[in-house]
């Protein structure tokens, strides 16, 4: 737009930054230009210290001059600006028309307006078909998908034919395709798809495109997708963005989608009549096509994707860490009441405050995490091997539960074995009834507080009449001696005195057994 209709409109441009807060997308759109020519003004008013409250009371004649400083002379010739080095700068990262205009004017200071540095450049940049260029910065993106059509591997044993899915990335400036079949699209494969693509680049983009699949998005949306927590922790992992395309919005991605297309014709297509016997085999007939494609030039543009990559893409990628991202998958789950958790049929305890509440769990390849709103609680040693293992932490139990940590089974067993056979059978029975060892624990310390305190004898008889009757409780035990049903029956055999008279004092007998 025109000087004069920019002067109109700066107020409003300002009042709509400083005031409203409104991003210059959104400026632009209300007031009728480019978001760079309200960014340049916003941009100018910062410079030059003009708040809105001052802005208010001036005319635009005053802006003006607060803005762009006083009007230069015009001179009859302006040098131009160098389009083929605009062009080349633009694909270099965080360089804008913007930045390439103030040092072109420090150069000359005669030069064009930005206004019309923008829009000579534009309508040049029109004529050679680069758009892509200015879109996508050198190392900036990368674009990742599943290619549509699949191909096959073929089992030599049974020619039994299995679906081989084709992952596909595109980076940057130059598009340089990175491609790699695997036997499905699993979240697992495309994690370690996007761990050997970063390997193939030999660095980092700062951000990741994805589509709206499911392997990265567990809830598609326009405005706000969520991620799945594998693919945003390999992200945190590697200090990347990531930003997912809209939902049938292929122009969010074109690089990738022309990628995909360059891939169906020159790789799948070169590759059609050709077997594979493995994936091994395949991927490694892929690395030699997409290598020729890589080298090919550019139809209307200077060099190919490869040497493009080498130029611009490659110089500005991030390093790798020491460490790739190692695979864990996530599920949540609930806390028992006897503070464990479940996962892949083991069990790992949490710290027995969290009992009943909801936690998440990283299943990695040797450690178990747990999370409680996003804090780490716990970790474990992955279980492996036969299933309902319990992974039990001291640190985990509450202070009554800590008394039984000298217990297991065998000590249990061998105590009661030295007791009482009905002892033994009672702690055998309360054994096999729990899912959990630990679980047993307070009944057979309550067992042995009963023994302590009324003896083996009577406990071993209490222990025959609760087997009898089912109850395998402590609890049943006790009540029973403190009762004096069990008392009574044993009274003959515990209570011996010369001046206590026996059952033929009464002129009968006394059946004493139960």
Not at 180 to 199: G, L, Q, Y
Not at 248 to 258: A, I, N, S, Y
Not at 284 to 311: D, H, W
Request: some cysteine; overall charge positive; charged content about 30%.
């Amino acid at each position: 737009m025109s000087r004069r209709s920019k002067m109109s409109k700066i107020k409003e441009i300002l009042r709509l930054s400083m005031i409203e807060g409104l991003s210059s997308n959104s400026i632009g759109k209300s007031v009728g230009c480019s978001h760079n020519t309200v960014s340049d003004i916003i941009r100018r008013a910062q410079g030059s210290g003009l708040a809105w409250k001052f802005a208010e009371g001036l005319d635009d004649d005053e802006i003006e001059r607060r803005i762009y400083g006083e009007k230069r002379a015009t001179v009859a010739s302006r040098p131009e600006p160098d389009m083929e080095y605009i062009d080349r700068e633009l694909r270099r990262p965080g360089v804008n028309l913007s930045l390439l205009w103030h040092e072109y004017k420090l150069e000359h200071p005669d030069g064009v307006q930005y206004t019309q540095y923008c829009e000579r450049y534009r309508k040049w940049a029109g004529t050679r078909q680069v758009s892509l260029h200015i879109r996508h910065k050198a190392g900036e993106k990368m674009f990742v998908d599943w290619v549509g059509d699949t191909m096959t591997v073929i089992n030599s044993e049974t020619g039994e034919a299995t679906t081989a899915n084709l992952f596909v990335s595109a980076i940057g400036t130059s598009g340089y395709p990175y491609v790699e079949a695997f036997p499905t699209r699993e979240k697992d494969n495309w994690i370690k798809a996007h761990v050997n693509a970063f390997r193939y680049y030999g660095g980092l983009p700062l951000i990741l495109v994805p589509d709206n699949d499911k392997s990265a998005v567990t809830s598609a949306s326009k405005y706000d997708p969520e991620l799945n927590k594998t693919y945003r922790e390999m992200a945190e992992h590697y200090g990347i963005a990531v930003i997912p395309a809209r939902v049938r919005k292929p122009k969010d991605k074109p690089k990738v989608e022309k990628c995909v297309d360059d891939i169906e014709t020159w790789i799948m297509a070169a590759l059609r009549n050709m077997q594979f016997f493995s994936f091994a085999e395949l991927n490694a007939a892929i690395r030699m096509k997409l290598a020729t494609f890589s080298e090919k030039p550019y139809q209307k543009l200077e060099g190919s994707r490869k040497s493009v990559f080498e130029e611009y893409d490659k110089p500005v990628l991030r390093q790798l860490p020491l460490q790739p991202y190692e695979y864990a998958d996530w599920h949540s789950a609930t806390v028992n009441t006897d503070y464990h958790v479940e996962a892949l049929k083991q069990y790992y305890s949490v710290p027995y405050s969290y009992a009943k509440q909801k936690v998440d769990i990283r299943i990695g390849h040797d450690v178990i995490e747990i999370f409680h709103k996003g804090l780490r609680i716990c970790s474990h040693k992955r279980l492996k091997g036969k299933l309902r293992q319990y992974s039990t932490c001291v640190e985990h139990m509450p202070e009554n539960h800590k008394a039984y940590i000298g217990m297991n089974k065998e000590s249990a067993l061998k105590w009661a074995m030295d007791k009482g056979e009905n002892i033994q059978l009672l702690v055998e029975r309360i054994f096999g009834r729990v899912t959990v060892e630990q679980q047993a624990y307070r009944s057979i310390m309550g067992l042995m507080r009963i023994v302590k305190t009324y003896g083996t004898e009577i406990t071993d008889e209490a222990c025959k009449v609760a087997l009898f009757a089912r109850e395998y409780g402590c609890g049943y035990v006790e009540r029973l001696i403190k009762s004096g049903i069990v008392k009574k029956q044993k009274a003959e055999i515990i209570i011996k005195h010369d001046n206590i008279r026996g059952p033929g004092y009464y002129g009968g007998e006394v059946n004493i057994h139960a």
